[in-house]
């Protein structure tokens, strides 16, 4: 089957690579790249858009990369075949949820109860990984309790700051797995499953594990 696509669109998330350094603010990561739906291709490295909107705000779309050099523009839609694929989870064998083995842990232990640091790593289904020393994994587990991917990360014990040098200790647990389909949610999103209390949204993970600690009364 057939279907009209737009024949420019921001490149689809499938791991940190696949996000670039913005032209403007320069910072790593953040910048989404225009391409041709049918060629697969970039049409010019900063041709996109910044994913800091409120602090950075670039957007350079591919009409007016044409415009600027003069370019004929072709039809802004194209016939594309529509391609449906499942989405996928973690196997089992990916998951780890030994949550005491991580520098985050032992950080929240130096500040809060140790029983209610268990109680919110657990709650949160929080795990560990190697993939750097003592690093942890936040895990996206959806509404009916699939795991959707886990992002690892490395944390200093004492700060309880990320890891930046000698580069950004962020990694995912699905970029090992062949061929596969991401869909993310949002972390914590299995709690909402029969959830009264009233649900917050913060902007880090580590953030909603101090504020669950705190406020046990909000999601």
């Known amino acids: 089957m057939k279907?009209?696509?737009?024949?420019?669109?921001?490149?689809?998330y499938t791991n940190p690579s696949s996000r670039y350094a913005c032209p403007r603010c320069c910072e790593e990561h953040q910048f989404t790249r225009y391409i041709d739906v049918e060629?697969?291709?970039?049409?010019?490295?900063d041709?996109?858009?910044?994913?800091?909107?409120?602090?950075?705000?670039?957007?350079?779309p591919p009409r007016e990369y044409f415009a600027d050099n003069g370019m004929p523009q072709s039809n802004d839609f194209?016939?594309?075949?529509?391609?449906?694929?499942p989405m996928s989870f973690l196997p089992g064998h990916a998951i780890n949820t030994n949550f005491?083995?991580?520098n985050l842990y032992d950080f929240l232990c130096s500040h809060f109860d140790a029983n209610d640091v268990d109680r919110v790593m657990k709650l949160y289904r929080v795990g560990s990984s190697t993939k750097w020393s003592k690093a942890v994994t936040f895990y996206q587990i959806d509404h009916w309790g699939r795991y959707r991917t886990g992002k690892i990360m490395a944390y200093n014990p004492i700060t309880g700051r990320r890891i930046?040098?000698?580069?950004?200790?962020?990694?995912?647990?699905?970029?090992?797995?062949?061929?596969?389909?991401?869909?993310?949610?949002?972390f914590g999103e299995h709690l909402l499953a029969g959830n009264t209390k009233p649900a917050c949204i913060v902007e880090s993970e580590k953030t909603a594990l101090i504020m669950a600690i705190k406020e046990p009364d909000y999601i």
């Open 78 to 85: 194209v016939m594309v075949e529509a391609k449906v694929r």
């Open 3 to 12: 279907t009209s696509t737009y024949k420019y669109q921001l490149e689809k």
């Open 47 to 60: 041709v996109g858009k910044c994913n800091r909107e409120n602090k950075c705000g670039y957007h350079y």
């Open 164 to 186: 930046k040098e000698p580069f950004n200790h962020i990694a995912w647990v699905h970029s090992d797995i062949l061929d596969f389909n991401l869909k993310q949610c949002l």
């Open 100 to 102: 005491k083995e991580s």
């Open 39 to 45: 060629t697969g291709q970039y049409i010019h490295p």
